[in-house]
């Protein structure tokens, strides 16, 4: 199944009222998760929609160059866990 298909199949099963291109504005973002990654540490994005809360998302980095310290939060808007997240590497890494 081609990508663009197997995504049409999840829509029909999971519809969504989020647009895509909000998506699309994470990139850069994302990509600062992957250089966190290939550094040696582990960048983790979850996304849980069994939660009651309004946190549906968790954003996690450790390990590598961070040592013990870790940065792990929950919340609603991605783009600010991300960038929390980004700024907490860059601070922490030795």
């Known amino acids: 199944m081609d990508d663009e ?7 029909r099963r999971c519809p969504s ?3 895509h ?8 973002l994302l990509d600062g998760l992957e250089k966190i990654g290939r ?21 996690a980095v450790s390990g590598g160059r961070l040592g013990e310290t870790f940065f792990r939060k929950d919340g609603t808007h991605l783009p600010l866990l991300l960038r929390e997240a980004i700024a907490f590497y860059v601070t922490h890494a030795n």
Not at 5 to 11: G, S, Y
Not at 21 to 28: G, N, R, V
């Open 5 to 11: 298909t197997l995504l049409q199949e999840l829509d």
């Open 17 to 19: 009222t989020r647009d």
């Open 21 to 28: 291109a909000a998506w699309k504005e994470l990139a850069p």
């Open 39 to 59: 550094s040696g540490s582990h960048a983790l994005v979850k996304v849980d929609g069994d939660r009651t809360d309004a946190g549906v998302y968790t954003v």
